[in-house]
């Protein structure tokens, strides 16, 4: 039986949509524990690396088994799960640059508009591109959050309303409350943060 028919019946299906969603859960559970501990966001934490690896691993299996397993075949929440594996697939660039592109193919309701967005801004940014929707923000040297820079920024809001995003003015504000609530500053020395994220980069082969 070929690995393609072996997704066939309603109870492999259901098996395959409960991993994802078993996936999904163990990064969420996982990056809960690290915030709890206080060291979520002090560079990209080993234990963290190694669930997105095991997941990316395994999601590309999958796509090689099925294609992008959307919301016709797992259904609505394991679509999702998938999607966020993918999302976080970063230290596997090209699992997360085949997704991308099979996500780009899928029928319309196969996949969120937004969720299509916020990965085809990540790959870009972690390749060094200008993102083109505005949802990927880090800090400046001057310490504030910002959006990553953005392709034809003066007319981002009208690429955010046609799929449903709010304004990049007021997205930014939330973002910004938040991280007040949470006692979330810049880490002290800005410009080594983003020399040790673009060496981890080019380490894992985004860019050169």
Same mark, same amino acid.
Do not use: C
């Given at each position: ?17 409960? %991993? !994802? ?13 690290? +915030?709890?501990?206080?060291? =979520? ?17 395994? !999601? ?19 679509? #999702?799960?998938?999607?966020?594996? +993918?999302?976080?697939? *970063? ?11 099979? =996500? ?5 309701? %196969?996949? #969120? ?11 870009? &940014? +972690? ?7 505005? &949802?990927?923000?880090? $800090? ?16 981002? #809001? ?6 449903? =995003? ?8 939330? *973002?910004?409350?938040? =991280? ?7 880490? &002290? ?16 082969? $985004?860019?050169?």
């Amino acid at each position: 039986m070929s690995q393609q028919r072996s997704f066939d019946g309603a109870p492999m299906r259901g098996a395959l949509a409960a %991993e !994802l969603i078993a996936m999904a859960a163990e990064d969420q559970r996982v990056r809960a524990e690290l +915030l709890a501990e206080g060291v =979520l966001f002090d560079g990209y934490q080993r234990r963290m690396a190694e669930v997105h690896h095991r997941n990316a691993v395994r !999601l590309a299996e999958i796509m090689t088994g099925i294609g992008w397993p959307g919301r016709s075949v797992v259904g609505r929440e394991a679509a #999702d799960a998938a999607w966020l594996v +993918l999302q976080h697939a *970063i230290g596997d660039p090209p699992v997360m640059r085949r997704g991308l592109k099979l =996500l780009r193919a899928v029928p319309p309701g %196969e996949v #969120d508009p937004i969720q299509l967005a916020m990965l085809e801004d990540r790959v870009r &940014t +972690l390749s060094g591109l200008p993102q083109i929707y505005g &949802t990927q923000f880090d $800090w400046d040297e001057r310490g504030e959050m910002r959006p990553r820079p953005i392709e034809g920024e003066a007319r981002v #809001d009208e690429r955010r309303a046609a799929i449903g =995003l709010p304004p990049l003015a007021e997205k930014l504000r939330e *973002i910004r409350a938040m =991280l007040a609530r949470n006692g979330e500053t810049m880490p &002290t020395d800005a410009a080594e943060r983003r020399r040790e994220i673009d060496a981890w980069e080019r380490s894992v082969g $985004w860019h050169d």
